[in-house]
């Protein structure tokens, strides 16, 4: 499905979305961007998660006008899983296009759902990725975490003693969510609407929490954001819906980063995100990359 519509992330849309999920990374920052070292962006950039926000309300019109939110339910694809490649950014004000490719339904013992998508800024692309409904998560489908402490004891903002594990905990409440769905051009009363009485944070929402994990493992290892700025290459993303469906305000998500061995220059991590009890709501493969690494790739 090409659309033509264009759309637009305004440097106000930035600021909410940042303060929604405390992402504070100067490259989002309208008063740190410029000290960052060798940005050659001009100004702030939006976020990688209000970005999968958007694409998540898209995808989710594009499967009701095509009778597919009944073909999931019937084939129990309990889990929403995200494939991003980012092949540059949105800066405040670039208009953008989106476009769906057609749906596919693969496999028999694990069916999965699954849509091509694409961003685009001014005819080039800026983000190629795959959408997939699946019946099982499609990465670390080992993780477990029975053998942990106990993690409601554990400090925010610490290590696991003995793991390597970095804890994040943040508490989930309707105003963050409401004013990231605005922040990404979603229609908020299509998850919050007191009158209706329904309360339903969407699975964007408490993905984009871990950016602020991240965030915060890298402060408590001293790294310095400005002259060793970051920029995310890949993310992979997977959520089990129906747990986040039941998702309540003031209902503790406890986050857990670990971060991989690094490889091509690259800095990769798996994070989750998990309930009090240890059910993993999410699971992520993220991949980041020095700026002027990335600056250098492309000029070749």
């Known amino acids: 499905m090409t659309n033509s519509k264009k759309y637009s992330f305004s440097l106000t849309h930035i600021d909410v979305a940042r303060n929604s999920?405390?992402?504070?990374?100067?490259?989002?920052?309208?008063?740190?961007?410029?000290?960052i070292n060798d940005n050659p962006f001009g100004k702030p950039i939006t976020l990688g998660f209000q970005q999968v926000a958007f694409i998540s309300d898209q995808l989710n019109l594009y499967r009701q006008q095509h009778n597919e939110v009944a073909l999931i339910e019937e084939e129990s694809l309990s889990y929403s899983h995200y494939q991003l490649n980012f092949a540059s950014v949105l800066k405040a004000g670039d208009e953008f296009s989106f476009e769906i490719k057609k749906s596919k339904l693969t496999g028999t013992d694990n069916k999965v759902l699954s849509n091509r998508f694409l961003i685009k800024n001014n005819g080039n692309i800026t983000m190629i990725g795959f959408k997939r409904e699946a019946q099982q998560p499609l990465i670390l489908e080992s993780a477990s975490f029975e053998n942990l402490p106990d993690i409601t004891k554990v400090p925010d903002r610490t290590?696991?003693?003995?793991?390597?594990?970095?804890l994040k905990r943040k508490f989930l409440n309707t105003a963050n969510g409401k004013n990231f769905l605005v922040s990404s051009l979603v229609e908020q009363s299509k998850y919050f609407d007191e009158l209706s009485n329904k309360v339903v944070f969407p699975e964007s929402f408490t993905l984009a929490l871990v950016s602020c994990a991240l965030l915060e493992r890298a402060t408590h290892c001293g790294h310095d954001f400005l002259k060793h700025p970051m920029v995310y290459v890949s993310q992979q993303l997977c959520i089990n819906r129906n747990i986040n469906a039941q998702l309540k305000s003031n209902d503790a998500l406890v986050m857990l980063i670990e971060k991989q061995e690094d490889e091509d220059g690259l800095e990769t991590y798996h994070c989750y995100g998990l309930l009090d009890n240890k059910t993993i709501l999410?699971?992520?493969i993220i991949s980041l990359a020095p700026l002027q690494r990335v600056i250098e790739s492309n000029q070749k």
């Open 21 to 35: 999920t405390d992402d504070f990374n100067p490259f989002h920052d309208k008063n740190r961007w410029h000290q």
């Open 282 to 284: 999410y699971r992520c």
């Open 159 to 166: 290590f696991i003693s003995g793991e390597n594990y970095f």
